[in-house]
């Protein structure tokens, strides 16, 4: 009989996404219950059975429907929701979202800051309006850009390299695509249904120059975003949807060109892989 592991903390409701907000001392959940729940390390040692005690420490209960992400840079989170809207938050003053974004039309799945160090510019991923990019320091239209996909395909998962101002974007056809937020009106390459089934989770390397992409076929494929725009097929073996994708450093100095993936999915795994 396998032992049992208490949770680290015990939450009413499903978990869509987690993210630190200051390293190693907070965090912000987006939850099916409509919240953001911010929660905090207790104790600096383990409670025996390897987990470190959470605190929660306050709800964000702006959104009306599920929380579908959220991200964090600084001081500042950014969540979105199955309600339409994108919010970003101010850790200092969390009694009220600072800027509100609001697509109208459907599910927002997936935001992001465009930027490492503004929370002013955010991007988002929707069900019926393609890629957004808002600017809240716009006093009238704060939507940009809209960057419309192949036929008007849903948008599922976006990553953002803030240092060449790279947006990789997943649809629900199996398409990868990317822009490039300075020049948006065409797409700089797209790997037409790359995929046999949605793209639920889109991750840049630390160089951003590859994109991981991890879809409901099961499968993740590595993308060369140079010039080169190769996609070559992880073994993973994946046995369902895989819905979470993490670039991990190299563990030691012998292999710094070494490039490892972390993969889950709703098989119940967790995968590392070797590049």
């Avoid at 993210?19 to 219950?33: C, I, S």
Wanted: charged content about 20%.
């Amino acid at each position: 009989m396998e032992p049992e592991i208490a949770p680290a903390y015990a939450l009413p409701c499903g978990v869509s996404e987690v993210t630190w907000v200051t390293p190693n001392k907070t965090l912000a959940v987006a939850a099916d219950d409509s919240n953001v729940h911010i929660l905090s390390l207790g104790s600096a040692e383990d409670d025996g059975n390897g987990l470190l005690e959470l605190n929660l420490e306050t709800v964000l209960s702006d959104h009306s429907n599920i929380v579908t992400s959220v991200s964090s840079i600084r001081s500042h989170v950014v969540s979105s929701s199955f309600d339409g809207n994108a919010k970003v938050w101010a850790t200092k003053d969390l009694e009220a979202p600072m800027t509100t974004f609001n697509v109208s039309d459907g599910i927002v799945w997936e935001a992001k800051f465009m930027e490492s160090g503004n929370e002013k510019i955010v991007t988002s991923a929707s069900q019926n309006c393609g890629l957004q990019i808002w600017d809240s320091r716009q006093s009238v239209d704060r939507c940009c850009s809209i960057l419309q996909v192949e036929n008007d395909i849903a948008c599922l998962s976006i990553d953002v390299f803030s240092e060449t101002k790279l947006i990789a974007c997943g649809t629900e056809n199996g398409s990868l695509v990317s822009f490039d937020s300075r020049n948006p009106s065409e797409p700089i390459f797209m790997k037409h249904k790359l995929h046999s089934g949605p793209i639920h989770t889109v991750r840049f390397n630390s160089l951003g120059t590859k994109v991981a992409s991890g879809a409901d076929d099961t499968k993740i494929f590595i993308t060369d975003v140079t010039d080169q725009q190769e996609s070559k097929m992880v073994e993973s073996e994946h046995k369902d949807y895989v819905r979470g994708l993490s670039w991990k450093p190299s563990p030691s100095q012998a292999e710094t060109k070494a490039e490892y993936i972390l993969s889950g999915s709703w098989d119940k795994t967790l995968k590392i892989h070797k590049l």
